[in-house]
């Protein structure tokens, strides 16, 4: 008998300390262990945004976006997201840039074509959002573009702009490869790049990796699925 109260009270605390350890890992409570009001608020206002707009990414993907949005507020140029889905991430961005314009490019009719690198979760048609709905979502924000169709076919109205943020969320090789192409060049000195699924999609990982193969900047990869590219 004593021995399974011993039992019953160890297992007790292996798991009171597991949950512990789960609950301090989690982005949330980070926040409260820095006693940090604006990080506390932040994550509340992304909270707030994953539950209006089905949003595909974790809390501590939406605060690197949001960050990098705000961090590159002195950087010449307008900012672009290739990715929109439902207006997610979008309005994470509409958020932090202030003033500033944000170009943002989706087909609306989910992922175009999936290639034989990309990996096996991913088939065209996915993630289909809608114009309407993303337009409705993002009224109230200034100076927000939408620009429906497969991306870089759509990138016309913007081939003379500079960037100094900009997002993919594009899943597949030749999308992100398109992305990377067009940007690049147009981004400003200590402008930002981030990628979604540069750690959990093969064609995502694989375009970045061929593309910067040759040129001087890192990709930095974020402890989550991101990476980012700080632009020399
Ligand atoms: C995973 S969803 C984006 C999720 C969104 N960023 C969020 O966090 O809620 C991927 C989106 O990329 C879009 N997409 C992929 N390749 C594209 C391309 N070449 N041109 C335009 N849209 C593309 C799809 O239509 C889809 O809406």
């Not at 989690?26 to 990080?39: F, G, L």
């Not at 209006?52 to 010449?76: G, H, Q, R």
């Not at 924000?141 to 960037?163: H, M, R, S």
């Amino acid at each position: 008998m004593t021995r399974i109260l011993i039992n019953a009270k160890a297992n007790f605390w292996v798991v009171l300390s597991k949950a512990v350890n789960y609950i301090l890992s989690s982005q949330r409570a980070t926040i409260i262990s820095y006693n940090d009001k604006y990080r506390r608020d932040t994550f509340d206002l992304l909270h707030r945004i994953e539950k209006e707009t089905d949003l595909l990414l974790c809390p501590s993907e939406a605060y690197t976006i949001f960050m990098a949005v705000k961090v590159t507020e002195k950087i010449n140029g307008d900012l672009a997201e290739v990715g929109v889905y439902k207006g997610g991430s979008s309005k994470i961005i509409c958020e932090a840039k202030g003033l500033r314009t944000l170009h943002l490019f989706d087909t609306f009719e989910g992922l175009p074509e999936v290639g034989s690198i990309d990996s096996k979760q991913f088939f065209a048609g996915q993630y289909a959002g809608t114009f309407d709905e993303v337009k409705e979502n993002l009224k109230n924000y200034e100076n927000v573009y939408l620009y429906k169709g497969v991306f870089p076919t759509t990138a016309d109205p913007i081939k003379t702009k500079k960037f100094s943020f900009v997002h993919f969320d594009v899943d597949t090789y030749l999308s992100t490869k398109e992305c990377l192409n067009f940007f690049y060049e147009r981004m400003s000195k200590g402008g930002i790049m981030v990628s979604h699924d540069y750690n959990a999609a093969e064609g995502v990982r694989r375009a970045f990796q061929e593309f910067f193969a040759d040129k001087p900047e890192h990709i930095i990869e974020i402890a989550n699925t991101q990476c980012m590219i700080l632009k020399f």
